[in-house]
């Protein structure tokens, strides 16, 4: 049975708001007061404080929209078509500028939009691209004629699909699931347009024994 992998927007938690590092040495002497105006005096010196501390989170509130809108997106893994290097319910960041300023490459590990449902993203491994010539013989695949040497799918998730030598058009992208023997992915829809790939997956943040680099 094929499976797809379907990803989840994650919503990003504002940073803790942080004080300066030298705020404890940049504040100003504090004279002892008269004991009638312990009072008055309490609340004049925690008004800067509490006008600091509100820009502080106004600050890191902006700071994590620009990177979530503009940069990273973190997002939840559904379902087990990427196994081993990505599992069901990881969180990850994935890269949104790195498409926009650069290009494509083979064994990326790229989010598109599902071909046949724009509310759908994918999260695959990128085999060949427009202008490769490809096919499968029994699990084993051909890019320009070289048997791909594939150390990311363990023995136990090959399988034996066939697919016919085809050439992939230009801004096209040949993708495919690690978990080959569940995946469905071009060899089911055939490639993804270049205008439908909008992340590269970065970084796995959660759950800590997963935490790493993507590859």
């Known amino acids: 049975m094929s499976q797809a992998e379907d990803l989840q927007p994650h919503p990003a938690s504002a940073p803790s708001p942080e004080l300066p590092p030298d705020s404890g040495a940049m504040v100003d ?3 002892a007061e008269p004991a009638g105006h312990s009072n008055d005096s309490a609340a004049t010196a925690l008004r800067p404080w ?5 820009r502080d989170i106004l600050v890191s509130v902006i700071v994590s929209a620009f990177i979530i809108v ?3 997106q973190p997002v939840r893994v559904e379902g087990t ?4 290097m990505l599992q069901d319910e990881d969180r990850l960041f994935i890269n949104k500028i790195a498409y926009r300023v650069g290009d494509i490459h083979h064994l990326d590990v790229v989010v598109f939009l599902y071909p046949h449902d724009h509310s759908k993203s994918y999260i695959k491994r990128v085999i060949a691209v427009g202008g490769d010539r490809l096919r499968i013989d029994h699990g084993q695949v051909y890019v ?3 048997p791909l040497k594939e150390g990311y799918v363990p023995i ?4 034996e699909r066939s697919q016919p030598e085809t050439v992939i058009p230009p801004h096209e ?10 995946s469905s992915d071009s060899r089911d829809f055939g490639p993804v347009a270049r205008d439908l790939i909008y992340g590269k997956a970065a970084f796995v943040y959660w759950p800590v024994d997963q935490m790493g680099v993507v590859r």
């Open 81 to 84: 078509s990427m196994l081993p």
């Open 50 to 54: 509490t006008s600091s501390w509100a």
């Open 144 to 146: 320009n004629g070289e």
């Open 29 to 31: 002497p504090l004279q």
């Open 70 to 72: 503009f940069l990273y």
């Open 173 to 182: 992208y040949w993708v495919m699931g690690d978990h080959r023997n569940i």
């Open 156 to 159: 136990r998730y090959e399988d």
